[in-house]
């Protein structure tokens, strides 16, 4: 055991809550309109607050004992075998206990979970958001998670298997609910008046606070995965805050030069774009290596949240997927370049590794949209079998802080 490491992984671990409540808390409800910010805030709540529950009574050991290449195995359930109260003995995971690890992972599962509201907030019936979330966890949080992050002699997850690198989440948390919430803004459908009716931010001074404390929070996402308070660790946070400086320098002079204006919450966007860009690439690149990925990120996501949304037609409400989606895209693939010692990287002892990394890379991306897609179009379909996914045109147009939950963020 080692106190250092389990004194950065408990600050880590509160620094990921931060980020969902309240930071993206905050985030997506100053976006939506003022008769929804209620429901936007009580979603996110109540999706990561459903993840950590799950995560604890079958998540963490699905996701993280032995098994097979996609699930683990249920000894670690409801977390047994990791505190024995008669002796006061802790299961360890290298210098942390493993309570401590599967607590700062609980908090992964259950943001990634809030994520996917943002694609189809203003019109989702919650109790099919509750039942959504269930469904998604347990067949697409989970595996993805196994394939990617668990490592074993016997049985590795496949994605680990095939050797992919994913420091903090890029496939496993942004590019699986990037996916998700694109499927779920095609199947529940466009709010009422989309491309008709102006449906600005209600509250950017709100969503400004909430990417700020996704900003801070994230250093303990990031940093925080080299699972110790050692030199990889250090490296994974000054990458999180130079790729992120970068993003929001790109995003705002692309939009500036396309739309001849730079708006606020073009930075904030740009903030959260090269955050997500810099997740899977924390401490395997250089701090070179780190900007130019925050930089590409950054601009990518501008072209993702416009040109490619109107290709897609779809009412990705708070753009998951033009920039969790996209950017986990970009930041996955980057990540193999980047990784070689030959461009500032810990990683590739060669030039010639690199295309073969990126080959891995684009594999595991590629199974993450096809896995998460598929999940997530067959949970909203049951989730609508269930309770109905919409709700009514007329409460739709009320608001749903009325008629969902019987009460209002402001009164005149």
Same mark, same amino acid.
């Given at each position: 055991?080692?106190?250092?490491?389990?004194?950065?992984?408990?600050?880590?671990?509160?620094?990921?809550?931060?980020?969902?409540?309240?930071?993206?808390?905050?985030?997506?409800?100053?976006?939506?309109?003022s008769k929804n910010v209620l429901s936007v805030l009580l979603q996110v709540l109540c999706t990561f607050v459903l993840g950590l529950v799950l995560w604890?009574? $079958?998540? $963490?050991?699905?996701?993280?004992?032995?098994?097979?290449?996609?699930?683990?195995?249920?000894?670690?359930?409801?977390?047994?075998?990791? &505190? /024995?109260?008669?002796?006061?003995? $802790?299961?360890?995971?290298?210098?942390? /206990?493993?309570?401590?690890?599967?607590?700062?992972?609980?908090?992964?599962?259950?943001?990634?979970?809030?994520?996917?509201?943002?694609?189809?907030?203003?019109?989702?019936?919650?109790?099919?958001?509750?039942?959504?979330?269930?469904?998604?966890?347990?067949?697409? $949080?989970?595996?993805?998670?196994?394939?990617?992050?668990?490592?074993?002699?016997?049985?590795?997850?496949?994605?680990?298997?095939?050797?992919?690198?994913?420091?903090?989440?890029?496939?496993?948390?942004?590019?699986?609910?990037?996916?998700?919430?694109?499927?779920?803004?095609?199947?529940?459908?466009?709010?009422?008046?989309?491309?008709?009716?102006?449906?600005?931010?209600?509250?950017?001074?709100?969503?400004?606070?909430?990417?700020?404390?996704?900003?801070?929070?994230?250093?303990?996402?990031?940093?925080?995965?080299?699972?110790?308070?050692?030199?990889?660790?250090?490296?994974? &946070?000054?990458?999180?805050?130079?790729?992120?400086?970068?993003?929001?320098?790109? *995003?705002?002079?692309?939009? *500036?030069?396309?739309?001849?204006? @730079?708006?606020?919450?073009?930075?904030?966007?740009?903030?959260?774009?090269?955050?997500?860009?810099?997740?899977?690439?924390?401490?395997?690149?250089?701090?070179?290596?780190?900007?130019?990925?925050?930089?590409?990120?950054?601009?990518?996501?501008? *072209?993702?949240?416009?040109?490619?949304?109107?290709?897609?037609?779809?009412?990705?409400?708070?753009?998951?997927?033009?920039?969790?989606? %996209?950017?986990?895209?970009?930041?996955?693939?980057? /990540?193999?370049?980047?990784?070689?010692?030959?461009?500032?990287? @810990?990683?590739?002892?060669?030039?010639?590794?690199?295309?073969?990394?990126?080959? %891995?890379?684009?594999?595991?991306?590629?199974?993450?949209?096809?896995?998460?897609?598929?999940?997530?179009?067959?949970?909203?379909?049951?989730?609508?079998?269930?309770?109905?996914?919409?709700?009514?045109?007329?409460?739709?147009?009320?608001?749903?802080?009325?008629?969902?939950?019987?009460?209002?963020?402001?009164?005149?």
């Amino acid at each position: 055991m080692d106190k250092a490491d389990i004194s950065w992984l408990l600050v880590s671990t509160l620094l990921v809550l931060m980020m969902a409540v309240p930071g993206l808390a905050m985030f997506y409800g100053g976006l939506v309109r003022s008769k929804n910010v209620l429901s936007v805030l009580l979603q996110v709540l109540c999706t990561f607050v459903l993840g950590l529950v799950l995560w604890f009574i $079958y998540g $963490y050991s699905l996701a993280f004992t032995e098994g097979n290449a996609f699930f683990g195995g249920l000894s670690r359930a409801f977390f047994s075998g990791m &505190f /024995t109260p008669a002796d006061g003995k $802790y299961a360890m995971s290298n210098t942390l /206990t493993e309570l401590l690890f599967a607590s700062f992972q609980a908090t992964f599962a259950g943001i990634t979970c809030a994520l996917i509201v943002g694609s189809f907030a203003e019109r989702a019936r919650f109790s099919a958001v509750l039942v959504f979330t269930v469904i998604w966890f347990t067949f697409a $949080y989970i595996p993805i998670a196994h394939m990617v992050w668990f490592a074993s002699e016997t049985a590795p997850g496949l994605l680990n298997a095939k050797g992919a690198l994913d420091f903090a989440g890029g496939t496993v948390v942004h590019i699986n609910a990037g996916v998700a919430g694109l499927v779920g803004a095609y199947v529940v459908g466009k709010r009422v008046g989309y491309g008709r009716e102006a449906m600005q931010p209600h509250n950017l001074p709100m969503t400004f606070v909430g990417a700020a404390l996704l900003w801070v929070g994230w250093f303990g996402f990031n940093a925080g995965s080299a699972l110790a308070a050692n030199e990889n660790a250090t490296l994974a &946070f000054f990458n999180t805050m130079i790729a992120t400086a970068g993003a929001v320098l790109a *995003w705002l002079f692309t939009e *500036w030069a396309i739309k001849g204006k @730079p708006s606020m919450l073009g930075a904030a966007s740009g903030a959260i774009a090269g955050l997500v860009g810099i997740t899977p690439a924390a401490g395997l690149v250089g701090p070179v290596g780190a900007l130019i990925i925050g930089v590409i990120a950054g601009i990518v996501c501008v *072209w993702g949240v416009n040109g490619l949304k109107r290709l897609l037609r779809a009412d990705d409400a708070l753009d998951v997927f033009g920039v969790h989606g %996209v950017g986990g895209i970009v930041g996955a693939l980057l /990540t193999g370049v980047f990784n070689a010692q030959v461009l500032g990287g @810990p990683g590739l002892a060669e030039p010639g590794m690199i295309l073969g990394q990126l080959w %891995v890379q684009l594999e595991g991306v590629l199974i993450t949209i096809v896995w998460s897609g598929v999940v997530a179009w067959i949970a909203y379909k049951i989730a609508n079998a269930l309770c109905g996914l919409r709700v009514p045109e007329d409460q739709e147009r009320e608001g749903l802080d009325v008629t969902s939950h019987g009460e209002s963020a402001y009164h005149s």
